[in-house]
């Protein structure tokens, strides 16, 4: 290895920033935070037209509320189903009713959850997402073997962007685009959308050196990783109409959580490492990780995402001390790693019941969850599936 290999640093997705959570929560990404103003800002406005008309009546305001959480219901358990029957439905609606609050309280309930509402099947969600993070974990592995691969240089300059992404950001880019997608028919534009945000070039060159007044040929090869934030590549493919369901989806995060939280606060800023394709901080090998991790300090309580029943407790050489929570409607929960398990397998509990404390036990490199949402005895990324608070 070269001595500028040192250059070249590949953060360790599995270790625990056990000083950054105890800061507090991280900074929010900036991204994020504009799309949380634009649809606030487009909330307050809203409102201000509304009390100009001042003709909204409060019974149609109680039904605006029950259509709402009929149909993000709907949605949560029978999305593609919904799409259609939706669609049928505002046709319907459209065609039949006469100009009336009633009509316009379905067709503007049922609007605002289309459009913050993934509307994808789980797998081709998940699958979308496992793609991206394969094709990302490839290129860490490419940079890792440039060395091996590029052998017989006498020095190697490494300058290498960000790898990374926001699942969020790219399942909301996803379905503006394309809706109710199947993922096959996708995989080619999440294919471009990759190329589009990162470029990588190697360039070769021979410098000529002099030892003691005699020449002697220098070969080095630069690495040059051009890495475009996925928030910015979005913003310059969408219009702004586009844009606005975006933000939407940015918020919502898709309506499509099937399990709560595990923590009585927002983790989303504490994850160390997210779910699908990566190198295993434990093996340096391309590995699948069925969850997330949620780096907070050793002894924070965790709690049931969910109702059910304590389908296992106990150990494994892996996970450690780990709980897997059996839900309704094919819904099972796994927490890793914890220090200590306060639930006893058989056991009944209640969704936000203490369950375990965060700890570092079996295979881990420091104190984190890791926390696993599967459905139907498929696993889901918990970003989608599960609440962040």
């Known amino acids: 290895m070269s001595r500028y290999a040192d250059k070249l640093q590949f953060e360790d997705e599995d270790n625990v920033a056990v000083d950054a959570a105890q800061k507090g929560k991280a900074a ?18 809203a409102v201000r037209d509304a009390k100009k008309s001042g003709k909204t009546m409060k019974n149609t305001a109680v039904q605006t509320k029950r259509v709402t959480e009929k149909v993000a219901a709907a949605v949560t358990k029978h999305p593609v189903v919904f799409a259609v029957l939706g669609g049928l439905l505002l046709i319907v609606i459209i065609l039949t009713s006469t100009v009336s609050s009633c009509s316009t309280v379905a067709i503007n309930a049922m609007s605002a959850v289309f459009s913050s509402s993934y509307l994808a099947n789980d797998a081709d969600i998940d699958d979308a997402e496992l793609f991206y993070t394969e094709l990302e974990t490839d290129l860490r592995i490419t940079l890792t073997n440039v060395e091996t691969d590029y052998s017989g240089y006498d020095e190697y300059i490494y300058n290498i962007g960000e790898i990374g992404h926001s699942p969020h950001e790219l399942m909301a880019y996803l379905t503006v685009k394309h809706q109710n997608f199947w993922f096959f028919w996708v995989k080619s534009n ?28 220098w070969r080095v090869l630069t690495v040059n990783l051009a890495a475009k934030p996925l928030s ?6 969408l219009d702004d109409g586009q844009l606005d369901t975006y933000d939407m989806l940015l918020v919502s995060k898709g309506n499509r959580q099937y399990a709560g939280s595990p923590f009585a606060f927002d983790w989303l800023s504490f994850v160390s490492s997210g779910y699908g394709w990566r190198i295993s901080p434990l093996t340096d090998e391309k590995e699948y990780h069925r969850g997330i991790d949620i780096a907070v ?14 389908d296992f407790a106990g150990w494994d050489d892996s996970y450690g001390n780990y709980i897997i929570l059996a839900g309704s409607d094919g819904i099972a929960t796994k927490y890793a790693h914890c220090s200590a398990l306060l639930a006893a ?12 404390l965060v700890g570092s036990t079996g295979a881990s490199t420091g104190s984190h969850l890791h926390f696993e949402v599967s459905r139907n005895s498929r696993d889901l990324n918990p970003a989608f599936f599960a609440m962040t608070k």
């Open 232 to 237: 910015e590549l979005v913003a310059e493919m």
């Open 28 to 45: 929010v990404n900036t991204s994020v935070i504009i799309h949380r103003k634009k649809i606030k800002r487009g909330y307050a406005k």
């Open 297 to 310: 300090p050793e002894g924070t309580e965790i709690i049931a995402a969910h109702a059910g029943v304590v």
């Open 345 to 356: 397998e058989g056991q009944t509990v209640e969704a936000g019941e203490t369950i375990a």
């Open 190 to 217: 999440i294919s471009a959308l990759f190329d589009g945000q990162y470029t990588l070039e190697l360039a070769e060159a021979t410098e000529v050196r002099y030892d003691g007044g005699e020449p002697y040929d």
